[in-house]
């Protein structure tokens, strides 16, 4: 049977984190370190043991919603894609949850608990009281070479990424600096009123996570250029281990004839399949991304509550959240 036993981390525990085959960034402590200053959240960590030999690692954050602690690993609206657990090959990832289940909303007196888990599938959660989303995610394996890479995408997006080479669209890497986030947050405010939207966070978060993961060298930040020089594309890609992240891109509607954006992706494409890295993961399944010869892949969504009145009113918050994005959207387009 195994257990969950609550640890403060100290330099032996990240140490065994890092052992790992199924670790991700969003398991090391810079990126813990920009959720719980982004969220207000006090990072929770946990060892998974069997008859007292240590198995593997939980990680979640602990936050208050209407008065109640939640336990999020993650939570929606964190822009961390999966938390979770940590397991040695041979212990199934269903048994690690189950045990989760009396630790949270017992030992860590949660009233609501969330979990994606790069891991879990469907399979692994029925019969344990949670309910669920199905949240795929697309990815791209970097194990075949650039020109198998670019012979994957669709025809038009390889066209479009020949035709910013022609139209003298240029890529540059950028050092780690606030400025940067400014940039970003511009052409992310002109990506969301494209569709009478607001950006769902702030600029303080895109600067939060560039401060924890830039002295680590674990955030490839990237500018494009039209050919006067302009900045008209950005990308915030974290990486770690075996994966680099899609966490944010942004551009100027009246450059996008230009297709930098393509040009940003197969830019870091190349450049984490030359640093070893084999997985390329969009975040998230829109279909637009297909065109890059993307594969789905699922990763479920879980959430229980203590009572059905914790889940209506984290299921209204979720509601009311989207609500007040279209509202602030249109009080801006009327200024």
């Known amino acids: 049977m195994l257990r969950l036993h609550r640890v403060q981390p100290d330099a032996a525990l990240w140490a065994d984190r890092a052992t790992y085959p199924d670790r991700l960034i969003f398991h090391t402590p810079e990126w813990l370190r920009f959720v719980a200053e982004s969220q207000r959240a006090e990072p929770l960590l946990a060892t998974v043991t069997d008859a007292g030999q240590v198995v593997g690692h939980y990680t979640g954050l602990l936050s208050r919603r209407f008065g109640m602690r939640i336990l999020g690993s993650p939570m929606a609206g964190w822009t961390t894609s999966y938390l979770g657990f940590n397991l040695r090959p041979d212990v199934p990832r269903r048994a690690a949850l189950s045990a989760l289940m009396p630790f949270a909303f017992g030992e860590a007196g949660a009233a609501h608990l969330e979990i994606r888990?790069?891991?879990?599938?469907?399979?692994?959660?029925?019969?344990?009281?949670?309910?669920?989303?199905?949240?795929?995610?697309?990815?791209?394996?970097?194990?075949?070479?650039?020109?198998?890479?670019?012979?994957?995408?669709?025809?038009?997006?390889?066209?479009?990424?020949?035709?910013?080479?022609?139209?003298?669209?240029?890529?540059?890497?950028?050092?780690?600096?606030?400025?940067?986030?400014?940039?970003?947050?511009?052409?992310?405010?002109?990506?969301?009123?494209?569709?009478?939207?607001?950006?769902?966070?702030s600029v303080e978060r895109v600067r939060s996570l560039i401060r924890h993961l830039g002295p680590a060298g674990r955030v490839l930040l990237l500018r494009a250029r039209d050919p006067e020089g302009r900045c008209i594309a950005t990308a915030v890609l974290p990486w770690?281990?075996?994966?680099?992240?899609?966490?944010?891109?942004?551009?100027?509607?009246?450059?996008?004839?230009?297709?930098?954006?393509?040009?940003?992706?197969?830019?870091?494409?190349?450049?984490?399949?030359?640093?070893?890295?084999?997985?390329?993961?969009?975040?998230?399944?829109?279909?637009?991304?297909?065109?890059?010869?993307?594969?789905?892949?699922?990763?479920?969504?879980?959430?229980?509550?203590?009572?059905?009145?914790?889940?209506?009113?984290?299921?209204?918050?979720?509601?009311?959240?989207?609500?007040?994005?279209?509202?602030?959207?249109?009080?801006?387009?009327?200024r």
């Open 117 to 201: 888990d790069r891991g879990l599938t469907a399979a692994d959660l029925g019969g344990l009281g949670l309910r669920w989303d199905e949240a795929p995610t697309a990815v791209i394996s970097l194990i075949p070479s650039e020109e198998d890479l670019f012979g994957a995408m669709a025809s038009a997006c390889r066209r479009n990424i020949r035709k910013a080479a022609k139209s003298g669209v240029t890529v540059e890497e950028v050092s780690a600096t606030p400025a940067f986030a400014d940039e970003f947050y511009d052409q992310l405010r002109d990506v969301f009123a494209k569709q009478n939207l607001v950006p769902t966070y």
């Open 240 to 334: 770690y281990h075996r994966t680099m992240y899609f966490w944010g891109g942004a551009s100027y509607r009246e450059h996008q004839n230009l297709r930098p954006n393509e040009t940003l992706i197969w830019y870091a494409l190349r450049w984490a399949r030359s640093r070893g890295v084999t997985e390329f993961d969009f975040v998230g399944g829109n279909s637009y991304k297909s065109k890059y010869g993307t594969t789905e892949v699922p990763v479920p969504w879980a959430r229980r509550s203590r009572s059905p009145l914790v889940a209506h009113l984290r299921d209204a918050a979720k509601q009311g959240f989207a609500l007040k994005q279209r509202t602030v959207a249109r009080l801006t387009a009327v």
